[in-house]
C-alpha cells in the first residue's frame, strides 16, 4: 500500500496501464517532458520513452481523432486535455465519431479510448479552467462517464476505463488533486464503471454527489447530524455519471423518503435533473418531501473573485438538509 493523493494516484494508475498493456499510449500537450500540466504523467515519457508518451501539439481535435485511429487500429489511447473548457473543439470527434463506431461498424470496432480531464473551480482559476460540462459527455449515447473523489477510486477507475473497450471520459475534479491522501493498493485493481459507493448510511434523507461535492457533502452532514443526533443522513458517491447507479440511488430512496443532490455543474438540463426525474418515476409513492438539489448557477463561470459565491459549499448543503427535513405537506 502507498499513500497517495489524487494526481499521484492518477500517475500510478497509468503506469501501471503501460506495464500491463503494450497498446496503451500516453499523450496530450506538455504530457511528454514536462508531466502535464498538473504533473500526472511525470516520469512516463522516461520510463516508457517517446513513442508511448508524448506532447500533442495545441490542437484538440486534430489530438482526440488521431486517438480514434489508433484505437481502431489496436492501440489503446490515453488523451488528456489540459481543461475541461479547451476541449470544445474536441467535441465533433467525441459526440460525432468515437461514441457511435461500435453500433457504426456493427460491434466490429470498438473504441477503447480514455479521454482524462481536470474538471471544476476551486483553485481560483480562469473560466475556461473551472467548468463542469459532465452533462455534454452523459448526454452522449456510447460514452461512459466516471467521475472519482479518492485516490482509491481515481486509480481503479482509471484501470476500468482502460480495460473498457468503449470510450470512457475521465473527469478529475481539480480541487481534490492534492487535497487529501489514502491509502491506495498497489499494482492492478479496478473498480467498477456503474458502480456508486455509500459513504454514510442513514435513514432520514439521501444524499446524492460525486467529485469534489462528496467532501463538500461529508463537512454538511457531520454539521447536521450534530444539530439533529436523532437523525441520519445516507451518502451517496456516484462515482460514475453514466452509467449511473440507479439501484443503490432508488433503494437508499425508498428507505429514506427523501432526496437531495448535489454538483457544482450548472443546474437546468443538469445531472441532478436526470437523478431527480428518475427518481420521480420510480419512486413517487416512498417520497416524504419534495426533491431538491444544490447546484452551480445558470451562469458562465465567474473569474476567481467572485468563484466563492458561484461554488457549491458546506453551507448551502446544510442550509438545504434543514430544508428537506422541516418541510411538512
Request: charged share 25%; net charge negative.
Amino acid at each position: 500500500m502507498k499513500q497517495l493523493n489524487n494526481i499521484k494516484a492518477v500517475t500510478d494508475a497509468l503506469d501501471v496501464a503501460m506495464e500491463k498493456w503494450n497498446e496503451v499510449v500516453v499523450y496530450g500537450e506538455d504530457v511528454g517532458f514536462e508531466g502535464g500540466v498538473f504533473r500526472a504523467t511525470e516520469g512516463l515519457q522516461k520510463k516508457y520513452g517517446e513513442e508511448r508518451c508524448f506532447d500533442a501539439p495545441i490542437s484538440e481535435a486534430i489530438y482526440i481523432g488521431a486517438a480514434l485511429g489508433m484505437a481502431l487500429n489496436g492501440l489503446k489511447p490515453v488523451v488528456e486535455l489540459q481543461f475541461q473548457g479547451l476541449g470544445w473543439a474536441s467535441l465533433q470527434n467525441i459526440l460525432g465519431h468515437m461514441g457511435r463506431m461500435r453500433n457504426r461498424t456493427r460491434g466490429k470496432y470498438p473504441a477503447p479510448i480514455v479521454i482524462r480531464t481536470p474538471m471544476g473551480g476551486g483553485i481560483r482559476a480562469l473560466e475556461l479552467h473551472s467548468e463542469a460540462m459532465e452533462v455534454i459527455y452523459a448526454h452522449t449515447p456510447g460514452i461512459k462517464v466516471v467521475c472519482p473523489s479518492t485516490p482509491y477510486d481515481t486509480k481503479g477507475l482509471i484501470l476500468a476505463a482502460i480495460e473498457s473497450p468503449d470510450p470512457v471520459i475521465v473527469l478529475e475534479p481539480t480541487k481534490l488533486y492534492r487535497a487529501f491522501k489514502q491509502e491506495v493498493p498497489d499494482g492492478f485493481y479496478t473498480v467498477p464503471i456503474g458502480e456508486g459507493f455509500k459513504i454514510f448510511e442513514g435513514n432520514d434523507i439521501t444524499v446524492v454527489t460525486y467529485g469534489a461535492q462528496t467532501v463538500d457533502c461529508q463537512k454538511a452532514i457531520e454539521q447536521f447530524e450534530e444539530k439533529h443526533p436523532d437523525l441520519s443522513v445516507e451518502l451517496i458517491d456516484l462515482r460514475t455519471i453514466k452509467p449511473w447507479d440507479r439501484q443503490m440511488v432508488f433503494e437508499s430512496v425508498k428507505k429514506t423518503g427523501r432526496l437531495l443532490v448535489v454538483h457544482e455543474a450548472v443546474r437546468s438540463f443538469s445531472v441532478a435533473a436526470e437523478i431527480m426525474a428518475s427518481v420521480t418515476e420510480e419512486c413517487f409513492e416512498y417520497l416524504k418531501a419534495p426533491l431538491a438539489r444544490v447546484t452551480g448557477y445558470d451562469i458562465v463561470i465567474p473569474f476567481d473573485s467572485g468563484e466563492g459565491y458561484h461554488q457549491v459549499n458546506p453551507t448551502k448543503i446544510f442550509a438545504k438538509l434543514e430544508e428537506i427535513i422541516n418541510f411538512k405537506f
